[in-house]
């Protein structure tokens, strides 16, 4: 009865800036972490950015320094703000949140796409 809603994507060009959003609605408890994923055609989908629920966060390195991942309790959402974009970011863009530690589950946004191209 979770779900996730996801909202940003788009077509911008080299350089350029986007941010998504990922808001849970429905009854979730004690959330673990909240992380976006993203995937390119022919490729494995890999993990961009986490925050856990300590406020902690870890990125991938090919986007260190230029997306930031932050989260905003009171309305359970996850942002991915994403600066200095490159043709290679280009993939549908996933949000994740697994709670826990007594109950644990994994919900996934339905994806949004972001494509960077002049």
């Known amino acids: 009865q979770v779900q996730l809603v996801e909202s940003g994507g788009g077509l911008v060009q080299p350089g350029g800036s986007l941010r998504l959003s990922c808001a849970a609605s429905?009854?979730?408890?004690?959330?673990?972490?909240m992380a976006w994923y993203r995937q390119a055609p022919g490729k494995e989908r890999e993990l961009v950015a986490r925050i856990i629920s300590d406020g902690s966060t870890n990125y991938v390195d090919s986007v260190k320094g230029r997306f930031t991942i932050s989260r905003d309790n009171a309305k359970n959402a996850v942002y991915l703000q994403m600066n200095s974009l490159k043709p290679e970011d280009t993939a549908a863009y996933y949000c994740?949140?697994?709670?826990?530690?007594?109950?644990?589950?994994?919900?996934w946004g339905q994806g949004t796409q972001v494509t960077v191209s002049s």
């Open positions: 429905g009854s979730i408890f004690s959330i673990t972490s």
């Open positions: 994740n949140v697994v709670t826990g530690p007594l109950v644990w589950r994994d919900y």
